[in-house]
């Protein structure tokens, strides 16, 4: 099963984009974050004309989770309470009998700022869910924009960095929460070389030139699923479109 996830920025903005990818890359999966469209604006035939199936869930202007599949998604869950406000930034669902979990971290805008405390109990809430639904022991998918970049060989400037939303102690603590309940980082399991990145800010000139960037996407799995995960890589084709994403996606394979 080939997963994927993709952080568009704005689905409509770059339905080309993630159009193409789709038909090039063919994944079973892909979880895509920022979708930016209430659902009634929502692309639905342009995947269906791929043989894609859909879930969403969005907003106008910000936020928003979608998940794609090429077998119909079972068990669908929207926000923690199925159907909640946090919606648009989760979605639960089975496909080929795996429960993939996608996400939309909240940023948390600076570190002494009320959106940092939501981020930090935001992660605190999907830890809580994960303890209360899911076992460590039976095969689980994380995905998403995480708006966390876990070490320092994920982001281009590790020093200039530390302690800034996205590279900062509390996030790492929250992270480190998940690993220790069993999730793998399916990405660091079979690519450990600093340097690989999934996010270059707009705002930086020349940044993705010079890879300034930050690992903040991710795939992680329990560790039944993660000792299944055959590969896993950054396609960087998409950042370099012409008005692209400032993210691009994150790719696992695993032997299911």
């Known amino acids: 099963m080939k997963v994927a996830s993709f952080n568009v920025n704005s689905l409509r903005a770059r339905l080309d984009i993630v159009l193409e990818w789709l038909q090039r890359e063919s994944p079973d999966v892909l979880c895509v974050q920022e979708t930016k469209v209430v659902d009634e604006d929502f692309p639905k035939s342009a995947f269906e004309d791929i043989h894609y199936h859909t879930v969403f869930r969005g ?20 926000g923690f309470d199925n159907n909640s406000s946090e919606g648009t930034r989760l979605i639960i669902a089975t496909v080929n009998s795996i429960p993939i979990v996608n996400t939309y971290i909240p940023q948390g805008y600076k570190p002494d700022s009320d959106k940092f405390r939501y981020k930090l109990d935001w992660f605190q809430r999907l830890h809580d869910y994960f303890k209360k639904n899911f076992s460590p022991d039976k095969p689980l998918l994380w995905a998403g924009d995480f708006n966390v970049a876990p070490e320092p060989a994920d982001v281009y400037d590790p020093e200039k960095l530390a302690g800034h939303v996205g590279f900062h102690p509390d996030e790492h603590a929250a992270l480190r929460k998940f690993r ?24 930086l000139r020349g940044g993705v030139k010079r890879n300034l960037g930050w690992r903040v996407d991710h795939i992680w799995a329990t560790k039944p699923l993660a000792e299944r995960s055959v590969r896993a890589w950054i396609d960087k084709e998409p950042r370099l479109r012409e008005k692209p994403s400032d993210h691009t996606p994150v790719v696992a394979e695993f032997s299911i």
Not at 63 to 69: E, I, M, P, R, Y
Not at 187 to 201: C, L, N, S, V
Request: glycine share 6%; no cysteine.
């Open 180 to 203: 220790k309940w069993g999730l793998v980082d399916v990405f660091r399991k079979h690519q450990p070389e600093a340097g690989q990145y999934t996010f270059w800010d707009y705002r």
């Open 59 to 78: 907003q106008k202007s910000y936020n928003g989770v979608a998940l794609f599949s090429k077998t119909p998604p079972e068990n669908i869950h929207i």
